[in-house]
């Protein structure tokens, strides 16, 4: 079974910090990705990977930053926590891109104060 | 740009009855569509994938179908079980690499 985790299930944040999280996943896939979930606006894309060093912004990617140095990690970075980055992050993984199947972590509840 | 839509956004049933959830979506040149569970603060559990050439993927007591051409699939739950209860979601991929998602059906199966 693919098994995509997750730094932190929770973590709490004063603006103004800079903020790791962390996702790994364990079966070799290229393509790793980072959304977002917010009560009415749904799942909402921020950065993805398609290989190592490799990155490409999706719908939000302002004040977020992402560095993949290893195939199995992918961080996604708030270089300056701010209330409105309080949310979900979820992260994901597949083989491929075109046509292939997304697995997701657990997410990390994420609130900055 | 894709819009992906659920209805209904909230369900409740008895136990043991076959039920449907919907999703529609406005771009029919897409790779695929999957199905996603997603329980209350965790993260979501692929649930079925369907190619854009497959009408309809099955997995236990779920059937999912497809039809590209008018924009629609369908979440087949039969014999529907309290352990069901969870937040439906379907995500389209039409870029080949991010899903557009859409925002979830929520679905309780009472004892």
């Known amino acids: 079974d693919v098994k995509v985790t997750q730094s932190s299930r929770y973590l709490v944040k004063r603006t103004g910090e800079k903020v790791f999280l962390e996702c790994v996943q364990d079966m070799d896939h290229e393509n790793m990705f980072w959304y977002r979930q917010d009560p009415g606006l749904g799942l909402r894309l921020i950065y993805f990977?398609?290989?190592?060093?490799?990155?490409e912004k999706g719908d939000i990617p302002e004040g977020y930053s992402v560095s993949r140095e290893k195939k199995e990690r992918f961080s996604l970075i708030l270089e300056s926590a701010s209330t409105n980055q309080t949310s979900m992050y979820l992260c994901a993984s597949s083989l491929k891109l075109q046509g292939y199947e997304q697995y997701f972590g657990p997410g990390t509840r994420l609130t900055v104060t | 740009k894709q819009e992906v839509t659920q209805i209904p956004a909230a369900l409740s049933v008895p136990e043991g009855e076959n039920l449907v959830l919907n999703c529609s979506f406005t771009?029919?040149?897409?790779?695929?569509l999957q199905w996603f569970r997603q329980d209350p603060g965790k993260g979501l559990t692929s649930l079925l994938l369907?190619?854009?050439?497959?009408r309809e993927q099955t997995s236990g007591r779920l059937n999912a179908s497809l039809d590209k051409s008018s924009g629609r699939s369908t979440l087949y739950i039969a014999a529907s079980q309290p352990g069901d209860s969870a937040t439906y979601l379907c995500?389209?991929?039409?870029?080949?690499?991010?899903?557009?998602f859409g925002k979830g059906t929520s679905l309780l199966v009472t004892p």
């Open positions: 771009d029919s040149a897409i790779y695929n």
């Open positions: 995500a389209v991929n039409d870029s080949g690499y991010a899903l557009n």
């Open positions: 990977s398609y290989d190592v060093k490799m990155k």
């Open positions: 369907i190619q854009s050439s497959q």
